[in-house]
T-cell receptor, first 114, second 108 residues
Framework: SAVISQKPSRDICQRGTSLTIQCQVDSQVTMMFWYRQQPGQSLTLIATANQGSEATYESGFVIDKFPISRPNLTFSTLTVSNMSPEDSSIYLC???????????FGQGTRLTVV | KNEVEQSPQNLTAQEGEFITINCSYSVGISALHWLQQHPGGGIVSLFMLSSGKKKHGRLIATINIQEKHSSLHITASHPRDSAVYICATEAAGNKLTFGGGTRVLVKP
């Protein structure tokens, strides 16, 4: 199993500012995934973060808005830049662990932009 | 693009009842995950399936690859089973595509 520590758990931010979300895993993983869950909706993949290379973004998400760092095999950050109320969501990081590739999720960051 | 459809969207059951949640998808996948999301947002993995059937306690998950369909069953449901249940299909690169979720309420 994996323990994923994600912080902050929640924040209320002013529009136009940026928030960095941190995700720490207790084991080394090749890929880390960042998801967004907008109010009342299911999860959507933002990007896949690999150590030592740039993140791969899904359609509709861009690096300027959601820059990601992956400095080592246990840690990643997602920044939500120049925030607007439309960015109010839950943001989650996730990993899959071998050998069964079961998915593990952080507790989520509930972001409210005012 | 893979479309993942879950039914029903909402389900209310009396304690002890048998519950079934269905998940259909549109393209070939490498695996299917069933997840449980509690109020407050925490997500827990229940099953990862690539074929057949798995059982864990009162939970049973099945998948039919040919029909692109999976079901999650909860036997002898209990109020603590109240949560949102989400199916997610896995494609190349371990990327997950999520269904819309089924909100389950089990009344005592």
């Amino acid at each position: 199993s994996a323990v994923i520590s994600q912080k902050p758990s929640r924040d209320i931010c002013q529009r136009g500012t940026s928030l960095t979300i941190q995700c720490q895993v207790d084991s080394q993983v090749t890929m880390m995934f960042w998801y967004r869950q907008q109010p009342g909706q299911s999860l959507t993949l933002i990007a896949t973060a690999n150590q030592g290379s740039e993140a791969t973004y899904e359609s509709g998400f861009v690096i300027d808005k959601f820059p990601i760092s992956r400095p080592n095999l246990t840690f990643s950050t997602l920044t939500v830049s120049n925030m607007s109320p439309e960015d109010s969501s839950i943001y989650l990081c996730s990993v899959m662990l071998s050998p069964d590739l079961v998915a593990f999720f952080g507790q989520g960051t509930r972001l409210t932009v005012v | 693009k893979n479309e993942v459809e879950q039914s029903p969207q909402n389900l209310t059951a009396q304690e002890g009842e048998f519950i079934t949640i269905n998940c259909s998808y549109s393209v070939g996948i490498s695996a299917l995950h069933w997840l449980q999301q509690h109020p407050g947002g925490g997500i827990v993995s229940l099953f990862m399936l690539s074929s057949g059937k798995k059982k864990h306690g009162r939970l049973i998950a099945t998948i039919n690859i040919q029909e692109k369909h999976s079901s999650l069953h909860i036997t002898a449901s209990h109020p603590r089973d109240s949560a949102v249940y989400i199916c997610a299909t896995e494609a190349a690169g371990n990327k997950l595509t999520f269904g819309g979720g089924t909100r389950v309420l089990v009344k005592p």
